[in-house]
């Protein structure tokens, strides 16, 4: 059993349309994140949500919109994709030390 | 401004060699995390490191903290080529977030 898992694993898109990657976790944790890896590999947090709450919030476009229905779920929206926004994107959830768990990754590419 | 630094940001070793990351962060923080990352794979937790002192060992790698030193090592022994990968270090902040080092690639060569 996969214990975070996001979809899709791959996303190639043309600049200006709307995509969404969706996350799953089953491991019961609260804390959910969103990251992004750019291509030296440089992570960089973007949101944090803890039972459906949103309590990071980095800055970020608005056109990155996350949205958690549930605690084992937290869905990231992207709208007018950009050049820049090429990277790989990763869920991940967390135990109360801290250490983090995360999902198999995101490639979004745009042209 | 809050800072992790890596040491160094890529290495090439040799199989059979000893070497040591390090890992300084900016903060009080008694709360350091090692990640290993293959290329084009997710993020793997290696250890957690949550008091002054702490040491822990996992097959050839061994990481360890000093909080008043404010750093962090992750020592590999005898090197094997199945241990190439970029590690990663984060300290944990007050709120429990993680901030990161821009990770160190280690190639190690048969």
């Known amino acids: 059993d996969t214990a975070v898992s996001q979809t899709p694993k791959y996303l190639v898109t043309q600049m200006g349309n709307d995509k969404s990657i969706k996350c799953e976790q089953n491991?019961?944790?609260?804390?959910m994140y969103w990251y992004k890896q750019d291509s030296k590999k440089f992570l960089k947090i973007m949101f944090s949500?803890?039972?459906?709450?949103?309590?990071i919030n980095e800055t970020v476009p608005n056109r990155f919109s996350p949205k958690s229905p549930d605690k084992a779920h937290l869905n990231l929206h992207i709208n007018s994709l950009e050049l820049g926004d090429s990277a790989v994107y990763f869920c991940?959830?967390?135990?109360?030390?801290?250490?983090?768990?995360f999902g198999e990754g995101s490639r979004l590419t745009v042209l | 401004e809050l800072k992790v630094e890596q040491n160094p940001l890529f290495l090439s070793m040799q199989e059979g060699k000893n070497y040591t990351i390090y890992c300084n962060y900016s903060?009080?923080?008694?709360?350091l995390y090692w990640y290993r990352q293959d290329p084009g794979k997710s993020l793997e937790s290696l250890f957690v490191l949550l008091s002054n002192g702490a040491v822990k060992q996992e097959g050839r790698l061994m990481a360890s903290l000093d909080t008043k030193a404010r750093l962090s090592t992750l020592h590999i022994t005898a090197a094997v080529h199945d241990l190439s990968a970029t590690y990663f270090c984060?300290?944990?902040?007050?709120?429990?977030?993680?901030?990161w080092g821009a990770g160190t690639k280690l190639i190690i060569k048969p």
């Open positions: 949500y803890n039972n459906k709450e949103l309590i």
């Open positions: 984060a300290e944990g902040d007050s709120n429990y977030q993680l901030i």
């Open positions: 991940a959830s967390s135990l109360q030390t801290g250490e983090l768990f």
């Open positions: 491991l019961g944790h609260d804390t």
């Open positions: 903060t009080t923080s008694d709360r």
